[in-house]
């Protein structure tokens, strides 16, 4: 996942006849209350669906609302399966699968931390300024970038950090929103 | 007006008071104390003691299933939750609406691996439909009423609450029912209407069509029922049903075919084969209905009506999905059929008919009773002859009785049979029967039991001594688990690994030890009157039924197989050896 390619999905045991393994976003508003995402997690492992990646965190104080943003992959009828398995979970208000209802804005978030000094150091900020990343934190032998973009913008810039002195990484993982007027 | 104050205690009785529970399934202790103290010197909610908590919740889901109510379950903290997790996961398979409650250590102590703790809630999320841990007195109201809600809405099932004894001892202003209102759970239950116009007219259309009604039309309610019988009739069309649903079409229906499926009947599963549109009524595809996929009935056009949407297109790839409950699906369903006046291809249902009576002719559920030794099928045939007439409730064990029960038991109504289906839980039957008994004191209550399941809940005998329930245990008893026993034969060479019943207790004064009537029966000429006598006590009786131990059930589909590839006896066996992606099986 690092790397980005998406993990070879071992398809959950399907009766189907096997098809193509989609990648899709799925939103769900769900009630800020605990174990909630318990239950989501829960019912991703117990059923063997796969999590690429999910973030969850409180949108609404007032309505006491959470959204969560999971990247799962799967067979077209698992994909369904997945969401209707989210819509019978009793706190869950509603599901956006938003990467088939339409265009919509992706976004991943990394902190990247790299130690050295002199070309490697010279090198390194070049590149994250060409990538439009932020140093966030400085000392004399590490430095912290910060950079916010689709997935694969965050893949591609790490790999070319990793012979620069990388030596760690803490992403998010993706939150997405749909585009147009209305909200989910 | 000023909400009353009461403690949490107090507020639990009053809530299932209000929700309309009359009676409870529990076990005491510790971290309970306050509520079994605050039921202590009250009359309006009934505690019925059971000697384990899987018996309490089991006992529960016979009430619920028995009446069409939710069951209640009081049990403690720790080993009392943890003991319940088999009935949960039960309800929660079979979609049975039960409420129960949990004890939980003090709030202050949750966590610290305190005595009789465990994460209730993390335990029992995969095996309830929800669950909650109250922190607050504020909440529990709330959350009670809610527990019930959730319980009895769209698809019905288990919901755990557990309570801190702490809150349980609080106090607080009570809300009654009619204040709270779940914040987003409203489940659809009437249909879209294209998807209705969309149905009548491939109804209309079908040559060859079948109903497949399942445990959702019980569910659903007696208005269901009527629904399913008057849509049969209506379209003339042949019904199959799954265990779950058995008694929805009455079993002496003539357009009924019988259960279809793993151990169904030979003219069920070829009708499902080679239909053209079959129209799934609260059932969900379930593999032990289905066979090998890529053979379920492959030519035919699928509606599926069903409450919960995660049970469409997760086996079988449906045609048409309608989301809704039955009993407003159908009535809607009907009502546009009438409207448009719509009727079948009379002569290709005649056609569709001479064919099913054809496959009807093989009389798949043919056996032979003779010599000394009482066959199974036929103890169970006497059984149904000698109590269909009567106000008789049947409850079953798992395995092979279960099977036969649901082969020759035939069921005019619903809510009358009570067996574990989903999850297959042996020791399910006695302490449902339990339950059943306390909801219909006046009925014949039958636990159609294999010796082995029978073993697994025997404690709650003593329950039955106590309460006075005259519930009747009908042993099919070969000394074997007799379905592990018939799959080490058909499909592990006659290895019969750890499947003979050793020092099994003599039923007879097992039963008298507990002040209940045992029987016995070892010969076919004395079975009837056994069984008169055990319907005639007044008493909790087993009738301890020795029976021929090599039976197996047919017809059967071998795991793997299509439903063509149904065995339909013991000289069916070597036709086809079960292949490797069938053993894995199970």
Redesign the interface.
Known sequence: MRNGRARKAKSPVS???ETEIEKRIIAVLV?NE??VL??VI?LFS?RGYNIESLTVSEVDPDEALSRITVVTSGTP?IL??IK??L???????SISDLTREGPYVERDLALIKLVGSGEKRVEALRIADIFRARVVDAGHDHFIIEMTGRTDKLDAFIELMRPLGLIDVSRTGVVAIARGPEGL | MASEQMTGAAMVIRALVDQGIDVIFGYPGGAVLPIYDALFGQNELRHILVRHEQGAVHAAEGYARSTGRVGAVLVTSGPGATNAVTGLTDALMDSIPVICLTGQVPTHLIGNDAFQEADTTGITRPCTKHNYLVKSIEDLPRILHEAVYVATHGRPGPVVVDLPKDVLQAKGAYVTPDKVEHRSYRPQVKAEPDRLEAAVELIAGAKRPIVYSGGGVINSGSEATRLLRKLVHLTGAPCTSTLMGLGAMPGSDPQFLGMLGMHGTYEANLAMYSCDVMINIGARFDDRVTGRLDEFSPRSTKIHIDIDPSSINKNVMVDLPIVGDVKHVLEDLIALWEARSKSLDQKALKAWWAQIDKWRGRDCLKFEQSGKVIKPQYAIQRLYELTKDRDTYITTEVGQHQMWAAQFYKLEEPNRWMTSGGLGTMGYGFPAAMGVQVAHPDSLVIDIAGESSFMMNIQELSTIAQYDLPVKVFVVNNQWMGMVRQWQELLHGERYSESYMESLPDFVKLAEAFGAVGLRADDPGELDDKIMAMIDTPKPVILDCRVEQAENCFPMIPSGAAHYEMLLGPGDKAAKPISEEGMVLV
């Not at chain 1, 819509?87 to 208000?93: I, K």
């Open positions: 009766p189907k006849i009630d605990p174990g318990a239950r829960g117990g009828m369904e399966q209707a398995q819509g019978r979970l009793v706190p869950v208000h």
